[in-house]
């Protein structure tokens, strides 16, 4: 048995498979992909989660710091978010990566804070322990590490424009549409901040949206496609 693992239905997977070819999704978000009519191998893809760790953590509620995960999505209409980003950025120390993209953009940022860190490239687990060290993961304009940072009990805010759980986000009432006004920014990362009680929602509820991505939670998808296709 062969199975190839993609994130989205190419050009040439629309060609009937062969008997003993799979497909697999690493994202269960990604169930609209593979389940189109248009599109003939659907009986015979899966989605199989990718692993994220064994458990999850409590709401990281104590912390005070910003995760700034990736670079900014500067392909969309980023500009007329950057004043009210920079103002909340300027009242907390920050865990972020791309140092020199976010000073070309957000010059009056102290880059100097003592209490701030900024990463280029550092291991996988030391990105996780950065982010535990914050309050809240804040990509921009796009989905960041979004998974991660619901494990280690960190919420993050959600773009429409980002595209991979807008219903999530919009369920929680954090999705900043992608004609939403500056101000729609800062009431999601406030909320978020200052709110306790819809910190706690907000970490719980996605917590049991990723739930797949539990260890625990994969293998079942991965037993489940195994006995399928009559490996178990």
């Given at each position: 048995k062969y199975v190839a693992l993609k994130w989205s239905p190419e050009d040439y997977l629309y060609k009937p498979f062969e008997e003993n070819f799979?497909?697999?999704?690493?994202?269960?978000?990604?169930?609209?992909?593979?389940?189109?009519?248009?599109?003939?191998?659907?009986?015979?893809?899966?989605?199989?989660?990718?692993?994220?760790?064994d458990s999850f953590h409590e709401p990281n509620w104590a912390a005070t710091k910003i995760f700034?995960?990736?670079?900014?999505?500067?392909?969309?209409?980023?500009?007329?978010?950057?004043?009210?980003?920079?103002?909340?950025?300027?009242?907390?120390?920050?865990?972020?990566?791309?140092?020199?993209?976010?000073?070309?953009?957000?010059?009056?940022?102290?880059?100097?804070?003592?209490?701030?860190?900024?990463?280029?490239?550092i291991p996988y687990d030391q990105v996780l322990d950065a982010m535990h060290r914050c309050r809240i993961s804040l990509p921009i304009?796009?989905?960041?590490?979004?998974?991660?940072?619901?494990?280690?009990?960190?919420?993050?805010?959600?773009?429409?424009?980002?595209?991979?759980?807008?219903?999530?986000?919009r369920m929680l009432d954090i999705l900043i549409e992608h004609d939403a006004p500056p101000e729609r920014f800062t009431e999601v990362v406030e909320l978020?901040?200052?709110?306790?009680?819809?910190?706690h929602e907000v970490v719980y509820t996605m917590q049991d949206y990723f739930v797949a991505h539990t260890f625990a939670g994969a293998m079942k998808y991965f037993n489940l496609m195994c006995e399928t296709v009559g490996l178990l």
């Open positions: 799979y497909l697999a999704y690493p994202y269960t978000s990604h169930h609209y992909n593979f389940s189109r009519a248009n599109f003939p191998n659907r009986d015979k893809t899966f989605a199989l989660p990718t692993w994220f760790g700034l995960p990736g670079k900014i999505d500067t392909n969309r209409d980023f500009e007329k978010y950057a004043e009210v980003i920079a103002e909340f950025l300027s009242k907390h120390s920050i865990e972020g990566t791309s140092k020199e993209q976010f000073q070309q953009y957000f010059p009056s940022l102290n880059f100097r804070d003592s209490n701030s860190n900024w990463h280029e490239q304009l796009n989905p960041g590490t979004i998974i991660e940072a619901t494990f280690m009990g960190v919420p993050s805010v959600f773009w429409e424009l980002g595209g991979f759980y807008n219903p999530l986000g978020l901040m200052y709110n306790r009680k819809k910190y």
